[in-house]
């Protein structure tokens, strides 16, 4: 049985994920850890509390000594970071919670992996964002894996560096 820890998964998209990976695969463990900011509703994961395959932590990934404690019970096999600080405006308003949680935070939860995980895989869930805009009147361009990163805000530059910090 592979154990995967999902961080942010109280959100929209981490809570489908979760669904899904846990209806489509019996061979997986999920451990879930979100604070539960305001993009986190834990109501979004009540059934699933009484699956013996799931179980939610609430915390911080940028609390070091509780990711390392997880990390060090838990031993998990797969790490997918859907944990962010997101909304462009709120970036602009206060960078520094996008700047702990989006690149502080990614480096602890790499810093745990790389000392108590498994290592099979950590997957860094990111954003379009960090490739800037395209044109509204021009539909026939598109980002690839060639395109350059170009940041336009603190929330696009924080996970364009997180992103490059799991490149690292």
Known sequence: M???????????IGSNFINHML????DVEIVCVDCLSYAGNLVTLEPLLENPRFKFV??????????????E?????????????????????SPEDFLMTNIIGTGVLLDAFRKYGN???FHQVSTDEVYGD????????????????HTSSPYSTSKASADLLCQS
């Open 73 to 93: 019970s838990e031993n998990f096999d797969i790490v997918v970071n859907f944990a962010a600080e997101s909304h462009v405006d709120r970036s602009i308003d």
């Open 134 to 149: 395209l044109p509204l009147d021009r539909p026939d361009l598109f980002f690839t894996e060639e395109t350059p990163l």
């Open 119 to 121: 290592g099979k895989r």
């Open 58 to 71: 609430k915390a911080d990934i940028t609390d070091r000594e509780a990711m390392y404690t997880l990390f």
């Open 2 to 12: 592979e154990k995967i820890l999902v961080t942010g998964g109280a959100g929209f």
């Open 23 to 26: 209806e489509a695969h019996d």
